[in-house]
């Protein structure tokens, strides 16, 4: 069977301007690359420059990489000014980028610098690309942000405390986020991926692999588009009455 993403290419998002984060690899390059086939227009942030730099020059005149560190704030700023000048304007955030760090250690083994370096890109890095994205998706008719969160919040998964307690934030700030943003007609919600097979994922220890695979009710690798389509759903029309809601895809390791 080919796992590949085979998501058929529409114009649901055609001409719709979107935002990206940690799109040079893996999940995010995924969104991209569907997104640019399904004529959206693009950038995306990362901090891996050379990464980003490819993938842009691959995908043509209508994706943008732009220099991106959710750690620092300013950076944050910079990036969306620059973006809603190059688009024009916003309709659309994915916060998809975020740290790991944490994998394989027990919480009493966690570092304070491990642990705020995890919070300060995965929550408050996310957090601050809403805000500064804000005055541009209030112009748009067709606002939507979609963020990155992780099942692992929602069954608990062990010796990865920081980033399990990072998701478990950003699902919460999803559902605060879709109130507030919901006053503008700006949709939030947020996708919790189980563990998918992209780089980013490569040091995760072979058990940890087979226990998703065991306990799926669909009982296979998961890939990046797998996690696309619901992506690309959230961000289209179809979904506009769709807010503060949390859609975990994992192929039923967790059941809602």
Known sequence: MNLQSTLPVSGALANRRVVVTGGARGLGADFVEKLAAGGARVVFGDVLHDEGRALA???G?????VALDLADVASIDAFVQTAAQRLGGIDALVN???ITNSGGRLAEELSLETWDAVMNVNVRGTWRMCVAALPY???????????IASDTA?????????????KGAVIAMTRSLAREFGAHGITVNA????LTEVEATAYVPAERHAYYQQGRALSRA???GDVTGP???LLSDAARFVTGQVLPVNGGFVLN
């Open 57 to 59: 020059a691959r995908l």
């Open 61 to 65: 005149e209508h994706v943008h990489f």
């Open 96 to 98: 998809n980028a975020a």
């Open 137 to 147: 998706l209030r112009e748009s008719a067709c606002a939507s942000v979609v963020n």
């Open 154 to 166: 929602i069954w608990g998964a062990p010796k990865l405390l920081a980033y399990v307690a990072s």
């Open 191 to 194: 996708i919790a991926p189980g």
């Open 222 to 224: 998961q890939v990046a």
């Open 231 to 233: 992506v690309l759903f």
